[in-house]
């Protein structure tokens, strides 16, 4: 043992912001390296901890400390290089080490079981076997066959086995005459990387795309935008660098926003290389979430491709990261440990030195603006591959228009247009259900959910009300329970309603709605998906998971019901939002052959924003907002963390965020550049029947509220009013809800 080494620090699944002394453990002589874990006694309970690092001192008495009672881990199971970004992303983003470490790795890791035993079996003749002669087995052919096998190659594993057609009758026989035996290797890590390494011929690059990959260096660390619109070949420039990559023996980490939406993406992956990848996401079985974990660590996987969390994902030799639709809001993850995903990979990948890129249709402000400070390099993708043209837009002012279910009747004359030529539309409605409210006719009465005092989301197939923010389910009544009268109205339009609308106006074609009620129901995106790739005439109607990632090349016209509502919003990223969401989903028409148009419905077509949108398209929007940010002080021109507090008493909470901001001011007195606002009501005051207030610090620069906030979090666990409220922490907020 390190002759230093009396206590280890131990971080443990606990929301406390520190780690726990402990001594080393009984008749253990070994040094414990950072990243083992361990097995600690905890109040009355023994968790599972990870090994932080060691020290000769301690706070604690050494009486009052208790030893480690037993080590799981030979070796650290991860590198110090990832070891080291756990412990960066927890002090950036003031989460609790243990909690960010132990709930990041596979369920059953957690629960402290060993590593799984992934040697390979394989099979060897005996010194009795290699004794026989040649056709020693003649008189039994297939035992001959599995003999003559082992005698040229000298083993085989069960891949072999199986591609030679040799049963398992037949090795069973050998083994039992004692002519074979079975051992165990560690996998063979392929040492020619280059051999047999794709199942398919790459696609030959258009010159934009050739440009694009001659710029990307993959030797130390680079970190690259690539910006293309939808259906440009930015899949395809990632595949030709992964494979660049493999070629050197390295493995890729791509990160994607959504797997069981974009089944497509890890099958275009699939198909192109011939070699085992590892897929993480939440559909997962907790066995085979660590058997791919431990696939990536080893390297047997040379790709791995996964949502948000795979970014903490062990790798045996990194060579590049790349995030796909980098500006999507999945990335961050919205409770617990909120980490960015798309920022960590960045962190990452200049930790392990190896280039990043981050593509998008439509990059994030941030990213931008990361660009134009130097940070990144941006690649501009030109055009793209084929005939495909981008869509062009037409804005449809509706006020004053008589409106049916949300459609005008120059939007269903225009829709009846595309089906009667044999081409397929696809209508964006950003709500589920039927309607977002109900209303009575007489008096006013509207179907509120009471724990959040909002409309409850009428779902007219499921006949409830359902509230979208608690869950919380009720029967639609058959009259107002306030005034007795039937004249119960439905306002604003779901989904639901825009098939009901679609399918009386249009009897004769399919309308296919896609959202997280018809996704959740069955594999019933795929099927989706089939219908309109087999390029009859069909309306799609669904919400924003049309935007992710799936080619409709038949649509040729993409109708926007109403682009209104991130215009008017609490949330300073709305209309950024907006603008990606429209942009993406208008992305999806007019690809093949055919050209594709956007009609998009407003009630604000002389709105600036809209006009920029529509007329000169993402990149001039975008430069638009981040001017307006800078002049205001916002993200990505200044810092922001926010302090979120709720509880079921309203004081409470305000008492709360008011101690924490004196604590704050404490430590840092506001000045233009350290600014304070709240508390003020979240944008969702009542939610599950608790209020909701918030805390926002704006500071000029990241290192001076980083340093803030560490100082800051530990006091607000003993704040007098901590105890009544449940808190949190958000460093880089992605929403204020
Ligand atoms: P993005 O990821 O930017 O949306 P993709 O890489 O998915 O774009 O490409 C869009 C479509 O164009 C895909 O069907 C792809 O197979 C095809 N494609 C991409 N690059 C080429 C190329 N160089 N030649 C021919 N087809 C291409
Ligand atoms: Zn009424
Ligand atoms: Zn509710």
Redesign the pocket.
């Known amino acids: 043992m390190n002759s230093t080494a009396k206590y280890y620090q131990i971080a443990v699944p606990s929301p406390l912001r520190r780690s726990f002394d402990y001594l080393p453990p009984v008749g253990h002589s070994k040094p414990l390296l950072p990243g083992v874990r361990v097995r600690v006694p905890f109040g009355r309970r023994q968790v599972v901890g990870v090994v932080i690092g060691h020290s000769g001192s301690s706070e604690v008495a050494a009486s009052k400390l208790k030893a480690i009672a037993e080590v799981l881990d030979d070796q650290p199971l991860l590198s110090p290089t990832l070891f080291e970004l756990f412990l960066w992303a927890a002090r950036y983003y003031q989460h609790p080490i243990g909690e960010a470490l132990l709930n990041t790795l596979p369920v059953l890791l957690r629960k402290g079981e060993p590593l799984p035993d992934n040697r390979e079996q394989f099979w060897c003749l005996t010194t009795r076997g290699k004794g026989l002669p040649a056709d020693g087995l003649k008189r039994a052919p297939r035992q001959q066959q599995l003999l003559t096998l082992l005698q040229q190659r000298g083993s085989a594993n069960r891949l072999l086995l199986d591609a030679e057609g040799i049963s398992r009758e037949s090795l069973r026989s050998l083994l039992k005459k004692e002519l074979v035996e079975s051992a165990y290797r560690d996998p063979v890590v392929s040492e020619q990387p280059e051999e047999n390494l794709l199942s398919e011929a790459p696609?030959?690059?258009?010159a934009g795309?050739q440009a694009v990959i001659e710029q990307i260096e993959l030797h130390g660390y680079h970190s690259y935008l690539l910006d293309?619109?939808?259906?440009?070949?930015?899949?395809?420039?990632?595949?030709q660098v992964i494979e660049k990559a493999l070629r050197y023996g390295r493995q890729a980490l791509v990160l994607v926003p959504e797997i069981s939406l974009t089944p497509q993406t890890v099958k275009?992956f699939q198909q192109r290389f011939n070699r085992p990848l590892a897929v993480m996401h939440s559909g997962l079985t907790d066995r085979e979430r660590l058997h791919a974990w431990e696939m990536a660590r080893t390297g047997q996987a040379p790709i791995v491709i996964g949502t948000r969390s795979a970014v903490f994902t062990p790798l045996q030799n990194p060579g590049v990261i790349i995030v796909?639709e980098e500006h999507d809001s999945s990335f961050k993850q919205h409770e617990g440990f909120r980490y960015h995903a798309r920022d960590l990979a960045v962190v990452r990948a200049h930790r392990e030195q190896v280039p990043v890129i981050l593509?998008s249709?439509t990059p994030a402000l941030e990213s931008l603006h990361n660009c134009a400070a130097g940070r990144y390099q941006k690649l501009l993708?030109k055009g793209?591959?084929?005939a495909?043209k981008a869509p062009s837009w037409q804005v449809l002012d509706i006020r004053k228009k008589n409106l049916s279910a949300g459609f005008s009747n120059e939007l269903v004359t225009a829709i009846g247009a595309e089906l009667a030529a044999g081409n397929q539309a696809l209508v964006f409605l950003n709500r589920r259900g039927f309607s977002p409210a109900l209303m009575c006719h007489d008096c006013g009465w509207s179907a509120d959910c009471h724990r959040c005092d909002l409309p409850m989301t009428v779902h007219r197939g499921d006949r409830k009300l359902w509230c979208h923010h608690c869950d919380l389910q009720a029967r639609i009544p058959s009259q107002c329970p306030n005034c007795f009268s039937s004249q119960l109205q439905y306002l604003g339009q779901g989904t639901e309603r825009g098939e009901l609308e679609l399918e009386t106006l249009f009897p004769q074609f399919p309308v296919l709605r896609v959202d997280r009620d018809t996704t959740r129901r069955k594999a019933s995106m795929q099927e989706v998906v089939q219908t309109v790739n087999n390029g009859e005439p069909c309306v799609l109607v669904g919400t924003q998971i049309l935007a992710k990632?799936h080619?409709f090349p038949d649509v040729t016209l993409v109708a926007i019901l109403d682009a209104d509502g991130g215009l008017f919003s609490a949330d300073f990223r709305a209309a950024e939002k907006m603008g990606q969401l429209i942009t993406q989903v208008a992305?999806r028409a007019g690809?093949g052959d055919k050209p594709g148009r956007v009609i998009l419905q407003t009630h604000c077509s002389d709105h600036p924003l809209i006009q920029q949108l529509t007329e000169r398209g993402y990149p001039y929007f975008a430069q638009q907002l981040l001017s307006e940010r800078r002049v205001a002080d916002m993200p990505p021109y200044s810092y922001m963390a926010l302090l979120r507090a709720e509880a079921s008493n309203s004081t409470d909470v305000q008492t709360f965020l008011q101690q924490a901001r004196a604590a704050a001011e404490a430590l840092q007195p506001p000045t233009s550049n350290c600014r304070y606002l709240g508390p003020l009501p979240a944008p969702m005051e009542k939610r599950s029947g608790r209020y909701r207030y918030q805390l926002s610090l704006t500071f000029e620069r990241r290192p001076q509220l980083q340093q803030l906030l560490s100082q800051w979090s530990v006091q607000l666990e003993n704040l007098p009013g901590a105890k009544k409220v449940r808190w949190s922490l958000d460093v880089d907020p992605q929403d204020m809800v």
């Open positions: 696609l030959s690059l258009y795309q293309g619109e939808t259906g440009s070949g930015k899949t395809e420039i990632y595949l275009r796909d593509g249709a993708l793209r591959p084929g495909a990632g080619h992305g690809r």
